[in-house]
């Protein structure tokens, strides 16, 4: 059975930094691209960061120079490292896979974690 299992979110206040982490099971890990989302309430679920099996990565933007995505495909897991959060980032954070490539678009993957509730007050 594959799933993602989501840890680490919390209530932080506006310049703080919170550390995500998805464990993964049931999959072919190393072979898999994974993906952090997030959607405020009442919006659309946005691409955040992503990390190709081998290992390039992708940033939204609104991630660029203060979030970082890892891997460690020895542990099954990916991490998303925040500093210098902003109220807008106040979201459900979810993680997800898919083969090989990333991809921003949500539909494209085939694989959910639980989510995780991150609340940055300002």
């Known amino acids: 059975q594959v799933q993602l299992v989501v840890s680490g979110g919390g209530l932080v206040q506006a310049g703080g930094s919170l550390r995500l982490s998805c464990a993964a099971s049931?999959?072919?890990?190393?072979?898999?691209?994974m993906a952090w989302f997030r959607q405020a309430a009442g919006k659309e679920r946005q691409f955040v960061a992503a990390?190709?099996?081998?290992?390039?990565?992708d940033y939204a933007d609104s991630a660029k120079g203060r979030f970082t995505i890892s891997r460690d495909n020895a542990k099954n897991a990916v991490h998303l490292q925040m500093n210098s959060l902003k109220a807008e980032a106040t979201a459900v954070y979810y993680c997800?896979?898919?083969?090989?490539?990333?991809?921003?678009?949500?539909?494209?993957?085939?694989?959910w974690g639980q989510g995780t509730q991150v609340t940055v007050s300002s």
């Open positions: 997800a896979a898919r083969p090989f490539i990333s991809t921003t678009q949500a539909g494209e993957y085939d694989v």
């Open positions: 049931g999959l072919a890990f190393s072979n898999y691209a």
């Open positions: 990390i190709w099996s081998g290992g390039r990565t």
